[in-house]
Structure formats: C-alpha cells, structure tokens
C-alpha cells in the first residue's frame, strides 16, 4: 500500500526546459519586422541623408532584394523606435515603397546608442567634413560621461589609458590632435561650415577660423565675398590672431583677403551659385567639376581638329 505523503508539487521537465530556454531567448536579440512609420531617426543625428547617386542605387537594390542589412534600433518610452543604425536604408526603403523593414531591437543608455551610431556611419567611404566634426564631438563628449566625472584619479576623464580623443583616433587611424581639430569645426557658423564640405575654404584655415566668434565669422564671409578668394592658412591664422587682440574689423580683414596670393596668379575661380544653375540640384561640387574637365577636354579636342583641317 502506498505511502501517503505531502502534497508536493513538481514542475515537468518541460515546465523546466520552457523556462532556462526562455531566459535565454530574453537575452537573444531578434529580427522584427517593424513598420517605417514607428521609426525615428537619432536626435541630433549628425549624418546627412541625401537623394544623391549612391542613395538611388540603394533604393533601387531595395526594390528589387529588400532590405538585406537589419535596422539597429532602441525602444522609446512613448512607442515607436529610434533608429541607431540604418538611416540611410530606411530613407532607401520608404522611397522603394515599402511599409516594413528588418529591425534589430535593443535596449541602450543614450551614451551607448550615441558611440554605436557614431561608429556605425563612420564606415562609410565619403564622409562629409561637418559629419566627422559633429560625429566626433558626440562620441567625445559620450565617452566622457561613460569615464564619469573629472575626479583627482582620473582629471582628464582618461578610458584605458588614452584620452577621449586620443582612443576616437586610434579607432580611426588618425591622431587625436586631429580628432580634436575637427571637433573645432563645430564652432562655425552653419554658412561657413557648409562652405568647407564644399570645399570652398580647406580644412586647415577652417580650424583657424573656428577660433573667430560668430559675428566675427560672418563679417569674414563678407570680405572673402568682396575678395572673390579663400583664405590660405597664413591668412586665417592672422585672422585668428586679430580676433585674439581685439583688432578684428572689415577693414582690417579686408586687407588681409585682398592680398594678391602667389597661387592666385595661375588659379581661375567661380562661385558655386554662379555654375550651380547649368547643374542638376544633386550634382556635388566635385560632380560639377568633373563635367566641367570633360567638357573642356571635348572642346580642346574639337579646336584642335579644326586646325588641323
């Protein structure tokens, strides 16, 4: 006769297995498809998303395959998602018509959401300069917060043993000196930085420049207007110096832009609006300059055939 014992209760071997695998599915991150409408691009995102060539081509691959790389994106608190990783591929499949696309959800603090979007888009092959510069002074500034506050240990916020700037470059290939140069960029007034990713002004008398206040920005825009040129680097630095004794004024910088320059001697130069209107409005400068080369190679060939007859 059996025994009459408590009343215990035993989970299955089911009941079991369901609960370790759960947790380890929790832990899992899945692809969900997600519709474009509950996506939101990074705050403040620092990269631009262009109806250009590449952006065509990527819409017209999306069409035909889909999105082949999933989205990276964070949960908000009131719905919906931020997108991390990906901007460009859902600009690229909205415009390919489609409803949903493939999103890797996962839960991040703004400063791990801020170095992953930063590095994400830093792999591309053509970065703008005020790109780099913001991308760079968010994961700086990111990085800083993840090393915690200045403290008598650690006064310069130093991550194993490399400054900020420095592991920034070091990830990059390129010194954290220039790291920090680009970050300077940031202090231009939008006009002017709009002028570098044009190429309009190089980047070496833009750092200098950065160093000018904002008002002080503006009325350089107006002398390098009247001189019809870009400042060389010896000519930003005396700028620069000019701000920094107080004697910055129209005339003064006017003076300094209207110097004859020993490369202006050979060099021919438009103004980007003065050719901008025989272009398409998605030609980039460097675009413009190579229809430009080509035109003038076919001209030349075509006067030399005419002598020749």
Known sequence: MPKKGANISLSSYDDIFETDASRAEAKQERIQSISILDLVPF??????VVDDEAMLRTTESIAQYGVLTPI??????????EIISGHRRVHAAEAAGLDEVPVIV??????????????????????LPSERAFAYKMKNEAMKRQAGRPSKENPRQVVENYETADLIGKEQGESGRQVQRFIRLTNLIPDLLEMVDQKQISFNPAVELSYLKPEEQEIFMESMDMAQTAPSLSQAQRMKKLSQEGGFTLDAVREIMTEVKKGDLERVTFRNETLRKYFPKSYST????????????????????DQGR
């Open 72 to 81: 990276i994106a964070r949960p908000l608190e009131d719905g919906g998602y």
């Open 286 to 305: 460097q675009q413009m300059q190579d229809t430009i080369i080509k035109l003038l190679e076919q001209w030349q060939k075509r006067k030399q055939r």
């Open 106 to 127: 996962r839960d991040m603090t703004d400063d791990e959401a801020t170095v992953l979007m930063v590095d994400s888009n830093l792999q591309r092959e053509s970065i």
């Open 43 to 48: 705050e403040n995102h620092p990269f631009k």
